[in-house]
């Protein structure tokens, strides 16, 4: 889980609910993007949309990679100046990174609804991506991450929805006739199962993680405190629910067959295990939130396009800055849309965020930075509980980091660029 910054919001990095007039021109960046206007509701819509999306449908491929006990209890626990050297580039490579496996996903999407009514089509997965990707294009062009609020409450809801259709399709699969042989041993063993595992605690810390909180509690209206609490309390309220349901019963239901998205398990020897109308609405629920999702990614980008190439001192939607925002979002999206379209491995590509972002951004620089910030006593559990977890989870990012490559070596045996 990430966790909770200091107030970031630009009016109260200036001093601006003290009264203090700010020492300094806001960028662009801050200005058009990270308008603080928004309360602690749109605080949590924006959260659980940052989170909760359908990455989590990989969550029974990772119980697979751990079993029962050990799936169920990653589950439960993963519930300076320097900084813009280190912390400021992982995080645009996390938000980067999350808005290629949205295309990614989104493309799977399109794909799964075209193959549900032509079962011998032959179009091929980087069409679709494509597709997803021109919608992207009209998304990106959202001015700010504040007039997202109404898109993310439609978001939230849309995430309970399909969480809700996986856990009744699993649970419909598990008990019909058509129900797969259920094995809940570990498939690999010695060296191989521990890589496996490895990768899924990077997995599983990956759906935790949020690498724009920073950015969400600066669209928050001053007053800031207290509002970044409630916000999460709505975000972790909807993880509780989401998660636990769509990984408890996948796993259940398809044991160590399950596959690195959950959705491909309703598809047995090419045909549906559902009914064509459940697993067309499912996926149109995934469809929409996942661009949600993907368009909230993007606003980090946005804010260094806009920090670099639009005038503050003139209005936003303005000739002078409407054209650059319009050429450099679209170039953000187009290139976002080509890579996805060459990986075709998505739960590898959530091992490799996982070990080598999200983890050492949510579990090992918050904890670096409160002891170095608050200086807490060090004979105090406070202090040696944060050490505790920095290095647990730096040797955890270091073996992770080895295993998804690793895995991605494997896999690249069988696919290729532009696979299908």
């Not at 959260?47 to 989590?56: D, K």
């Not at 290629?100 to 609804?113: D, M, T, Y």
């Not at 920090?307 to 002078?320: C, E, I, L, N």
Request: charge should be positive; include cysteine.
């Amino acid at each position: 889980m990430a966790a909770v910054v200091p107030d970031s919001s630009p009016d109260s990095i200036f001093g601006k609910e003290n009264g203090i007039h700010p020492p300094k021109q806001l960028d662009a960046g801050a200005l058009f993007v990270l308008k603080s206007k928004g309360s602690w509701l749109h605080c949590g819509y924006h959260l659980t949309t940052s989170i909760v999306a359908p990455v989590l449908l990989s969550l029974p491929f990772a119980l697979s990679l751990l079993g029962w006990v050990g799936g169920v209890v990653c589950l439960i626990l993963a519930g300076p100046r320097w900084g813009k050297y280190v912390v400021g580039p992982l995080q645009f490579g996390i938000c980067y990174g999350a808005v290629v496996a949205g295309s990614l996903l989104g493309g799977q999407s399109l794909k799964f609804i075209y193959l549900l009514h032509n079962p011998n089509g032959t179009m091929k997965l980087y069409q679709f991506i494509s597709m997803f990707g021109v919608f992207m294009l009209f998304l990106a062009q959202i001015p700010s991450f504040h007039s997202l609020r109404h898109i993310n409450l439609v978001s939230l809801a849309l995430c309970l929805a399909f969480s809700a259709c996986v856990t009744a399709g699993t649970i419909h699969v598990g008990y019909s006739k058509n129900a797969p042989t259920r094995d809940y041993s570990l498939n690999s063993s010695g060296l191989n199962r521990v890589f496996g595992g490895v990768n899924a605690v990077s997995i599983i810390a990956t759906t935790y993680a949020c690498g724009i909180i920073p950015e969400i509690q600066a669209t928050i209206a001053p007053p800031v405190k207290g509002k970044m609490l409630k916000g999460l309390c709505v975000c972790y309220s909807v993880i509780l629910v989401t998660y636990f349901s769509v990984a408890i019963s996948g796993y259940w239901a398809f044991g160590n067959q399950a596959m690195g998205t959950v959705l491909s398990n309703f598809m047995g020897n090419g045909q549906p295990l559902l009914p064509t109308w459940f697993l067309l609405m499912t996926n149109i629920f995934i469809l929409l939130q996942i661009s949600a999702v993907t368009v909230v990614y993007l606003q980090p980008t946005n804010e260094v396009f806009e920090k670099w190439f639009a005038d503050p001192k003139m209005d936003q939607f303005s000739y002078r800055n409407v054209v650059p925002r319009l050429i450099s979002r679209s170039i953000s999206v187009i290139i976002g849309s080509l890579i996805a379209a060459m990986l075709p491995f998505f739960g590898d590509i959530m091992a490799v965020f996982g070990a080598f972002g999200c983890i050492p951004l949510d579990f090992i620089f918050p904890m670096v930075v409160y002891n170095m910030t608050f200086k807490p006593s060090k004979r105090g559990l406070v202090f040696w509980g944060n050490t505790f977890i920095a290095v647990a989870s730096t040797a955890l990012s270091i073996v992770g980091a080895i295993a998804s490559v690793r895995q991605i070596v494997i896999d690249a045996k069988t696919y290729r660029l532009f696979a299908n």
